[in-house]
């Protein structure tokens, strides 16, 4: 079992720029494919991207892309969403989860419920 906390998020201006971190407990931490979703009040979570075990690939949806970049650290147990260009619109509750790799070329999913563990949310807020 893997626990997960995110924290960096906060109140920035239309243009700005913030980096969230994902913090994961437990020694096997490559062994997990990362993904970053988000949901704003009244909404669903939706999928803003991943990355692979290894940090070897990342996918991200083209809400995002060429704005947002997610790494991560294993040697930290820790994953990255550098969001940059932020804006209004990027409001929401943003959210780290974690996919347990079981079986070799695992698909990695897209979906929050392809996903078996979740950070507490940090709230990002883009003013006007």
């Known amino acids: 079992q893997v626990q997960l906390v995110e924290s960096g998020g906060g109140l920035v201006q239309a243009g700005g720029s913030l980096r969230l971190s994902c913090a994961a407990s437990?020694?096997?931490?490559?062994?997990?494919?990362m993904g970053w979703f988000r949901q704003a009040p009244g909404k669903e979570r939706v999928f803003l991207g991943l990355i692979s075990g290894g940090g070897g690939i990342t996918t991200y949806a083209d809400s995002v892309k060429g704005r947002f970049t997610i790494s991560r650290d294993n040697a930290k147990n820790t994953v990255y969403l550098q969001m940059n260009s932020l804006k209004f619109e990027d409001t929401a509750v943003y959210y780290c989860a974690a996919d347990r790799i079981r079986t070799t070329g695992q698909p990695i999913g897209v979906m929050a419920a392809d996903y078996d563990y979740w950070g507490q949310g940090t709230q990002v807020t883009v003013s006007s």
């Open positions: 437990g020694r096997t931490f490559s062994g997990y494919h």
